[in-house]
């Protein structure tokens, strides 16, 4: 049995298999909802990994995966409680996405997107509206997101597809590319243009539903890409699709756009998690190879560089791990200030992800790009890694590319530099959110605000938690390196600060430096949302909770992540002999713990998760 799934997802279960476990009324742990999905799909099987290679090479669409997962109710957890299912906790439908991507990618985008499809009716939609689209959901229908074009990319403004009145309804033309589940998908939420003139007000949101579009709309050829070579990606021509102006539009008129910006925020968190299950899927196959290698007479781990390039890319994921993780939370308990943890994670995890699974393939070399050899073994199907790294390279473009959410960052510097002239106390809302054990309230869409007019709380924070840091440290002399490291931090973002203050901008002439700003940002946050979900979180730490004391002890993780988050922060960034020589013993513990949690076939996580093999 592989130590971690490379397999598809087993055939459908059969009639009346049960759901994903849930209790009503009670959200789901993340724990409970990964492991709940993995027990039902089951151990992986050589068999499926084979399939699967082969499906890959002739771009076939992994019918029998969605099939798999609509029969244990997957799609029920991509609809809020309140609209009749079972999303109630936004991390752990999170966890259960990102156990999907650590199976296969292809999969999980694909099964994914109707989320990102119908979450425009969760935050901008009437009770009606939202009413149909769970109904639809829930019984398995695919939803589609009808945003970008052909000549526009992500420039949403520039749109050209058309939503004018046409008597007492209103016509949709034109032609809408590159979108997933254009030609599946059985409603599709359409951004189009209802003024000539454009501009904020100038777009309507659209709910189609293709059993009454007919063949006014005409899904465009596929899309041949390098990753995810199965997926629906294509795109669709709109030609006299005739919709109530009323019943079909999604919020107010002239609301697209706005209505769009909110949603993302929400489709942007998420999306780290497919990245996290590319990293999780990719570490796995590392420390498979690693263990079993022998390189000069002795184990590759013995190699000074190869053990170091295996901890910091753990470090890298445990960072990615914290930062979306408190991100996924923050929707529920600090929605306010999504528009700049959103467009961050959207940038930093998958961007992030892209690198670690680059010096992975370095690491495992010539088998990184073997389709049929794995470690030692060979067999038909069995080396995944080339697939795994392929299937990400797109996550860090869709629901905006790193451009776009560096340029998000970038607008708002303005606001960050008024919000950060003067201190202000945590709010309650980052407590909560960086609490894993602590119970998240509801999740309000309408709280979402496209700017965080009082700046970023993580930044704000900062300075208290490194002093709450520093203050248990003196008690517990092993948290002493993670202290440093952190009041290290604090002193970078506050020079930061000062220069993003310093910054003129002037859109759309934006100065390059203003994005190398933002991309710091980005890592600044990242290490805040470390520190205060450490002091939040550790503790908690037991076996049934959170993840293995080895990681949380003395802020182990933490150490590690900070260091990770200082060489991105500032250039040429090098720790002093004393502090090589603690990273160094925080890196071996860190290289062991991954070794275990790959051994127990548990994911490479901050939590105790166990994969299917373990169940």
Known sequence: MNPTPTGTAPAPAATGTPPIPTATGTPLTPVAAAEGLEHLLGPA???DARARDLADAREVFPQADIDALDSIGLARHYVPAEHGGLLRDYP????????????????????????????????????????RVAERVSAGVPVSWGLTERGHGSDL?????????????????GEKWLINNATRGGLVTVLART???????????????????GDAYRPLPKVRTLGIRGADISGFTLDGVLLDPVADRVGGPGSGLETVMRSLQLTRTLCATLSLGAADHGLAEAAHFATGRRLYGRSLLDLPAASRTLAECYADHLLHEAFATFATRAIHTLPGELGVLAPAVKYLVPVGTEQLLTRLRRLLGARAWLRDVRGTDVAPGAGVFQKIERDHRIVSLFDGNTVVNLNSLVSQFPLLSRAHRTTRPTDEGLLRAAELT????PADPARLRLMPTKGAGLLHDLPAAVTELAELAVQRPGLVPAAASARLLADRVRDLLVDIAGQPIVPPDVPAYAFELARRLTWALAGAAAVRLWLGSHADVTRDTLGPDSLWEDGRWLHAAL?????????????TAEEERALEETYAALTGELLHQSAEFRFPSLLHIRRAEAL
């Open 563 to 575: 260091d990770r988050v200082h060489t991105r922060l500032t250039a040429g960034h090098r720790p």
């Open 438 to 441: 602590a119970p998240l309230p």
């Open 45 to 47: 099987d050589p068999a």
């Open 92 to 131: 752990a439908t999170a966890a259960m996405i990102r156990a999907v991507a650590a199976r296969d990618l292809t999969a999980a985008i694909a099964h994914g997107k109707t989320f990102l499809g119908a979450v425009s009716v969760w935050v901008g939609g009437s009770a009606e509206q939202a009413a």
């Open 157 to 173: 403004v520039a749109g050209e597809v058309t939503a004018y009145p046409a008597g007492d309804r209103v016509r949709l033309d």
């Open 195 to 213: 003024d000539p003139a454009g501009g904020p007000r100038g777009f309507g949101l659209f709910l189609l539903d293709r059993r009454t579009a």
